[in-house]
């Protein structure tokens, strides 16, 4: 069965410095990854997703996160964080029936 | 294209009500996917309609049902509501073809049981 596990549940960065939010995942088959966000009351976007194609993928917003088999990671990163990044970040894995696997998310804070 | 809408976006309902919910998706996804929201569980799947049937089913009872009209826009239903059900309820749309895909979300609907 396919799951993720995200290892932090809160973040706090400080505006301008890198950001690293960590996800390993389990699955027994190359899977589908994506990684979404969600803002305060609102619904949840899509930041990537990585489909095999490359290993390093690039997403919105200066987010991009590199798919490691070796480690079985996919970590997401951006180089400088902005006060928009707050949020919560999801790591989700897609089963072999095409549902979606969310973590348990990662709460982003970031101050000035 | 305009984006995944639900309706309502806030709901307030007693234990034992029933509870129906609205899920119009991106224009040409055939696929609606639900998924419950909740501090403790964290995001769970629900279920998956595809062309008017389920597809696709979570661990909830029944319930927790839903279906699927045939311009793709989808219900769910939730009868004889128990406090734990209060959560958000998201709704996500694709084409439905299947196989590394992208599932796009509505702002969902959060729901309040007293």
């Known amino acids: 069965a396919q799951s993720v596990t995200q290892l932090d549940s809160h973040v706090s960065v400080s505006e301008g410095t890198p950001v690293l939010l960590r996800c390993n995942y389990s699955?027994?088959?190359?899977?589908?990854l994506f990684w979404y966000v969600q803002h305060p009351n609102k619904g949840l976007q899509l930041l990537l997703k990585y489909t095999s194609a490359a290993t390093l993928v690039k997403g919105i917003n200066g987010f991009e996160a590199e798919f490691k088999k070796s480690e079985t990671s996919f970590h997401l990163t951006k180089p400088s964080a902005h006060m928009s990044d707050a949020a919560e970040y999801f790591c989700v894995v897609e089963s072999v029936t095409d549902k979606l696997i969310f973590g348990t998310g990662t709460r982003l804070q970031v101050f000035p | 294209k305009a984006g995944v809408t639900q309706t309502p976006r806030y709901l307030i309902k007693t234990r034992g009500q029933q509870v129906t919910l609205s899920c119009s998706p991106i224009s040409g996804h055939r696929s609606v996917s639900w998924y419950q929201q909740t501090p403790g569980q964290g995001l769970q799947f629900l279920f998956e309609y595809f062309s008017e049937t389920q597809r696709n089913k979570g661990n909830f009872p029944g319930r927790f049902s839903g279906r699927q009209f045939s311009n793709s826009r989808s219900e769910m239903n939730v009868s004889t509501l128990e406090l734990g059900d209060s959560a958000l309820y998201l709704c996500?749309?694709?084409?439905?073809?299947?196989?590394?895909?992208?599932?796009?979300f509505g702002p969902g609907t959060r729901l309040l049981v007293l």
């Open positions: 699955s027994s088959y190359s899977p589908s």
């Open positions: 996500a749309s694709s084409s439905g073809q299947g196989g590394q895909e992208t599932q796009y």
